[in-house]
């Protein structure tokens, strides 16, 4: 099944790239047609116009997590203590400003190119649902502060509720630098901008097996590839692909629900551009409108894959429609009669710090690896085309020199231990979060357990 996001891409652009059938010599060779692989070869391409760049794609670009995310295009301000934490003061002041930054240059990537990506820049607000969240962010604000980053303000609580439409967000934050996009027609567009700069799609060409070399060899079920240069874009699937990342994430789902049209009454509840909402549950609810006046409701941390494995469940409806649709129509009452036009969900490939990382795969100097974007990945993506780029080039700069490039800063316990331990961390939380919707102290046992998933930040919405 196709989430919905795609089916509107494709709708828009049928166009599909063959499969590879032979073999082929580049200069480099990237596996994955998601964001981070397509931003990898256009800034490559457009640093180094000579270089042969092919990408392998073992479905159709974007039919991962960059074409059935929840569209929202946000930055790492809200991770500035945990970046400060891992790399310190400088360095996580530069990554929240190359991430703000991050949002302007594919607001100007899209106009300069014609992507009509429904790119709305008119900010996120972050909410509290119940009392016990309210001025959850301000030790982050402060921080933010204290270092001349000005990336939030404080709105009344009727600012709030007029902004997100709902009165169950009692207290916000609003940030300006953010926005919201059609992730199925970002993806489906950087890959008709790739096409255009002469880089070589294979689609339905799934990377069998590689031989590291140099030269490195991919493949195919029908071909190989010859590649001075390897890189390994595949995001929540690199754990099933390669032993030493299995413990590295873990696959959880995004769950999502889309409404039929209903401008009139999303204009009556106040949601009249394109602003998200992200509530402060450990495991966010997410929500926007979209252009043509339907509204997109998603919640994050729901099924988690044993193994690494990636579950069926991720390429079909939603398990969880009933859910989502009920928390649809308790944020907006005025929507209890619209009907739900699809539901789906898809994997995140969440870290233990919340953050991406990327290296080079088993120390080869010419293959290169980056994942890891915990549900926020289409801002932070743009980043990774940066960083993989510049290893691809043998560049020296501040992305090459930054701890960010020295692969994963933890692991998860191995199984059965993760999967069990998972399933129990989110048990505690949803206990945790229904207590303070009730204005009840939680159980002392639930609020240790969901500590154990602070490190890994509020999940999955872009």
Known sequence: MRPFWIEQALFADGDLAPALQGELRADVCIVGGGFTGLWTAIQTKLQAPAREIVILESDLCGAGASGRNGGCLLTWSAKFLTLQRLFGTDEAVRLVQASEAAVGEIEAFCARHGIDAELRRDGTLYTATAPAHIGALEPMMQALAAHGIDAYR?????????????????????????????????????????????????????????????PAVVHTPAGRVRADKLVLAMNAWMASSFPQFERTIAIVSS????????????????????????????????????????????????????????????????????????????????????????????????????????????????????????????????????????????????????????????????????????????????????????????????????????????????
């Not at 919201?180 to 990377?207: S, W, Y």
């Open 154 to 214: 404080t709105l009344p609580p009727d600012e709030v509720a007029r902004r997100s439409g709902s009165r169950r967000n009692l207290a916000g934050v609003y940030a300006p630098n953010a926005a919201t996009v059609h992730p199925g027609k970002l993806v489906r567009g950087l890959r008709r901008v790739a096409l255009a700069m002469g880089i070589r799609i294979h689609e339905r060409t799934p990377m069998l097996r590689f031989d590291a070399g140099p």
């Open 255 to 462: 769950d999502m629900v889309i409404t039929e049209r209903c401008p009139a009454l999303l204009q009556r509840a106040g949601l009249v551009d394109g602003v998200s909402v992200l509530d402060s549950r450990t495991f966010v609810y997410y929500y926007r409108s979209t252009p043509d006046g339907r509204l997109m409701l998603g919640k994050g941390g729901n099924t988690f894959a044993r193994g690494g494995r990636m579950a069926r469940v991720f390429d079909e409806r939603s398990p969880y429609e009933a859910a989502l649709t009920a928390a649809l129509r308790a944020f907006f009452p005025e929507l209890k009669d619209t009907p739900i036009t699809a539901s789906w969900n898809g994997p995140s490939d969440r870290s233990v710090t919340g953050l991406p990382f990327f290296g080079r795969f088993d120390g080869a100097p010419h293959v290169s690896y980056g994942f890891g974007y915990s549900g926020n990945g289409v801002g932070p993506s743009y980043m990774g085309g940066q960083i993989l780029s510049s290893l691809v080039l043998d560049q020296d700069n501040a992305w090459t020199r930054s701890p960010i490039v020295r692969g994963p800063l933890g692991f998860f316990p191995p199984e059965p231990l993760r999967y069990v331990g998972s399933i129990v961390v989110r048990d505690a939380i949803r206990r945790k979060e229904r207590a303070e919707d009730l204005g009840r102290r939680p159980w002392v046992i639930d609020r240790m357990l969901s500590k154990l998933a602070d490190a890994a930040g509020k999940a999955d919405k872009g």
